[in-house]
């Protein structure tokens, strides 16, 4: 069986709106796509719904739930509110996932504590809420030179702890380039799979020298992480899910999209088709 390839949207964000991000993704063969609730907004949920379902398309992970940390509870309340709004609307889609994004650190705020128990309160809140409207909650663990300006929660050890905290319907979403340095990913995807939470794997590549950290991701292949490896492992820990590009680059949003997909399925089949995915 060969894998199963999903586009996320930012890899193509500047070339292509929703609908032609998800045309292109039929055309090419694919079944699911992972979707910004922004360009849902833009068209409309009705919208956006008619176009997945005319083009034979589900989405798999919706981005997403948050920002969610704040200065004052009442910053907080509204934050949450828009948050669960999200969770509705992909689940009213009928997205496999939907991202948590708790955001950058409050204002004014030092360190990283309140940010990881507003994060944790959240979570929980969020996760029923999901749980109820029939979709899952997945954290995403990312790159601790992240942890200011995105979230608090920069490694899989964490987000493990965290799922068993929330219980059911919490899961984890592996994304290549914010975990491939950490010593313990090996074991932690491991402990996450025995639970059944690995809920997605992104790829993309870690580029030397990044240039940038949120929008200088490589194409897979171009830079230092070994993701036949990576795959290897999830798939060792039991995931039996797509493999999601998701590349936010100024480089390849500048080219051609269809070339983009193009080389991106290319080099997906190259690296993932081998001994560890059979
Ligand atoms: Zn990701």
Excluded at 80 to 94: F, R, S
Aim: net charge negative; hydrophobic share 45%; charged share 20%.
């Amino acid at each position: 069986m060969p894998v199963e390839i999903v586009m996320n949207h930012a890899t193509f964000r500047k070339a292509w709106r929703f609908d032609a991000f998800v045309e292109a993704c039929a055309a090419a063969g694919m079944r699911r796509v992972s979707i910004w609730g922004n360009e849902v907004a833009e068209i409309g949920l009705d919208a956006a719904r008619s176009r997945l379902r005319d083009s034979g398309m589900r989405a798999f992970g919706y981005n997403r739930a948050g920002p969610l940390l704040a200065d004052t509870p009442e910053k907080r309340q509204s934050l949450m509110a828009a948050a669960k709004a999200e969770i509705e609307t992909a689940a009213e889609l009928g997205a496999d996932h939907i991202l948590l994004f708790p955001g950058g650190i409050a204002d004014g705020a030092k360190g990283l504590e309140a940010a990881r128990s507003q994060t944790t309160d959240a979570c929980a809140i969020l996760n029923e809420h999901a749980r109820n409207c029939g979709i899952a909650l997945a954290l995403e663990p990312l790159h601790p030179m992240l942890a200011g300006d995105r979230t608090a929660l920069c490694t899989l050890a964490e987000a493990n702890r965290l799922c068993d905290r929330l219980g059911s319907n919490a899961g984890i979403v592996i994304d290549s380039y914010h975990v491939w340095w950490d010593a313990e990913l090996e074991a932690q995807t491991a402990l996450a799979g025995s639970s059944g939470r690995i809920l997605g794997f992104h790829v993309n590549d870690w580029l030397v020298p990044t240039r940038h950290l949120l929008t200088d991701r490589g194409m897979m292949g171009d830079g230092v992480i070994d993701l036949a490896a990576m795959w290897a492992m999830v798939l060792g820990a039991g995931y039996d899910g797509p493999i999601e590009v998701e590349i936010f680059s100024e480089h390849w949003w500048a080219q051609d999209p269809d070339a983009v997909l193009a080389l991106a399925l290319g080099r997906c089949a190259e690296i993932f088709s081998g001994e560890a995915a059979r």
